[in-house]
């Protein structure tokens, strides 16, 4: 059994677990969170106003992509669900101080899209090495144009990435593969895989390499990253790939660049300013040129990223809700425990992060005769969790003197 309790009403409720999942999240994501115990119910679309309330006020786990916001005031003190999971990359449509503050843990999956990000980043190197999309436009405008002037293979040519994370390291094996020659600049160390050789400035990357890609994340270091100083260090004829954000390059230097014929080609997935959906109009200055494949945000989207992306947060959700991992929450304390020995309670505690309160939390379960065998406790500048493995024991007298504590945010105990 469960109980849940917050702060400001001590009547343990024991929820019929539910897991509403908006905006077609995955399927696969149901096998993990019924796994769980939780109930599954969909709604189509994102939530908003009234729909939503109800959906937070119903849910014990809320499964959003990036349409449905959270603001501040959709968060309330030991009420709503226990965890939100984001079901995509980002969690900017969430308030995560208001959700860390309201004891309410939120995940989401980073990084399961970046092979779909390094396979399309592989194919546009091919594509605009062999001028692929000009010859197609060429030809759908009925001419047949089957000079091999300007086209080549990518085996023996250099691919120079920028940032060599999750994406920049696939990119990097799989361009091996075709027989490509990798170098690569990122500010941390980076151990190199297969022959990738690192470079000790982004300079030198763009001096070397025949295509340059681009894998940093957006950060006030990486703003304007590439500019016409940096376009003009790159080789004659070399081509640029963005798939990263599109804060990281100055596409009017860049489209002159290509006016001029300096850069050969680019391929460009992301833009400064993004229009918000299909209704909307698009402009990035780019349109027209030779040699530039524009897609519209599209790295990361394909079904195999969406169904990772659905396993991944589930398991999550699922692992909160049953052992209160907090592993890789986006808000809540880092906070891991295997799952309990038979017969022990596990009581999972967030509060507010001021002195004395495990003191509080001992001196009440040994005044029970309560045993403490397992304990983990993690703190950020605002808010601590910690999950206690104790003996069992009797009665409501524990929880309802750990609710009753001033500095308890939310309390779950599995018995
Ligand atoms: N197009 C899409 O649909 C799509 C999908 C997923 C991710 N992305 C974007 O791709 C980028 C990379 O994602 P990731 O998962 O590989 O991130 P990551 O955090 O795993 O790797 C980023 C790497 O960049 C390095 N870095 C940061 N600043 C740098 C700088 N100034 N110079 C050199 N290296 C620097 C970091 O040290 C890190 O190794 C991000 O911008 C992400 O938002 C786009």
Redesign the pocket.
Known sequence: MERIVGRLSYIPRVRAPLAVLAENIHPVADRALEEAGLEIERVPGALSGKELRAALDRATVLGIRSKTELATGDFHLGKGPEAVGCFC?GTNQVDLVGASLSGVAVFNS??S??RS?AELTLAEVVALTRRLFEKSAQLHAGVWDKSAKDAHEVRGRTLGL???????SQVSVLAEAMGMRVIF????R?MPLGNAQSRPN?AAVLREADVVTI?????A??AG?IGVAELRLMRPGAMLVN???GSVIDYAALAAALRSGHIGGAAL??FPEEPAGASKAFKCGLEGLANVILSP?????TEEAQEAIAVEVSEKLAGYLQRGSTATSVNLPEVDLPTPREGQVRIMHVHRNVPGVLGKMHTLLAGGGVNINAEYLQSNERISYVILDVDAFKGEAIPAGLAAMPETIRLRIRR
């Open positions: 990359i980073p990084f899209n970046t990000v920028v940032g060599d994370g999750h994406i920049g600049h990122d500010i941390a980076r982004l894998h940093v994340p957006a950060t270091m990486t990253l798939n990263a954000r997935d992301v945000h599209i790295g990361g989207s």
